[in-house]
């Protein structure tokens, strides 16, 4: 059932959604799961040291079938679409709700944050790992092995923040059964604000981002590619988040 072709899929959940019939959206759910594959895969980053990728698929399974009951075909979405985010979102409140960073770690990543932004703009440039170090009075070793460990930490709050605001899909429509103009508008600009804090990245920084959003690689595959060690692909990680987060602040409203 899976193997099906784009347009037997989109067949099938039509008629699942005229007549009711349980064992259609089973056959639905089926046809769907690489939806959730690719959901458990491109955020495997975030959990994989903290959850088993079994649970992120239950998880991810259920919002698909939330979301095959939910979607409204009249509403003019694509199902992948809305489907997507439904369950690239269940996943990302999972991984929230297992609180698996430890809390020294969410508040040296918070601390981090406050200090790259203080010095930024003290120094009009990006601050180097030894001010940072010095500001937070911490040795550099230690900065960089700490960054290290938040880079699960970044991940999720720079996701969360990408989801909030805009990337969603409204659950309710207008009186005229359409998506909110407004909400597409906000989404549009979100995506041109986001494009362009990658584009203020460095190229290792930005080489990173690419290969972590949108090539779904691991960091062990990224040190690979760059030659550099695994830790070291998460501090440039953390680093970008930083940057994107704080450049998006600056010039979007979220």
């Known amino acids: 059932m899976a193997d099906i072709d784009k347009d037997a899929k989109a067949l099938l959940l039509l008629k699942y959604k005229e007549t009711g019939d349980k064992a259609l959206r089973n056959g639905v759910i089926l046809a769907y799961m690489n939806i959730v594959k690719y959901a458990a895969m491109s955020t495997r980053n975030m959990y994989l040291k903290f959850a088993e990728t079994d649970d992120i698929i239950n998880e991810a399974t259920i919002a698909l079938m939330g979301a095959v009951d939910s979607f409204d075909p009249a509403k003019g979405v694509k199902f992948e679409t ?7 979102g269940a996943i990302i409140d999972f991984i929230r709700s297992q609180d698996f960073v430890p809390r020294t770690i969410r508040r040296f ?16 440039r990006e601050p180097t790992s030894q001010e940072i170090a010095d500001y937070m009075k911490l040795p550099v070793a230690k900065l960089e092995s700490c960054t290290a460990q ?3 930490a970044q991940t999720l709050s720079f996701e969360e923040m990408v989801m909030d605001g805009g990337f969603d899909i409204p659950d ?5 059964g359409m998506w909110s103009a ?5 989404r549009q600009e979100k995506m041109k604000y986001l494009a362009d ?16 959003y949108y090539e779904k690689l691991r960091f062990s595959d990224i040190g690979k590619v760059l030659d550099v060690s695994e830790s070291r692909v998460c501090q440039i990680h953390s680093q970008a988040v930083t ?6 602040t600056d010039n979007f409203d979220i």
């Open 82 to 88: 809305y489907a997507s985010i439904k369950v690239r």
């Open 109 to 124: 990543a918070k601390e981090y944050d406050a200090a790259y932004s203080i010095l930024y703009s003290e120094l009009d």
């Open 150 to 152: 938040a880079a699960a």
């Open 172 to 176: 309710k429509a207008d009186e005229d």
């Open 182 to 186: 407004e909400a597409g508008i906000h």
């Open 197 to 212: 804090a990658i584009r203020s990245l460095k190229d290792r920084e930005r080489l990173v981002i690419t290969l972590y």
């Open 243 to 248: 940057k994107m987060k704080k450049y998006m």
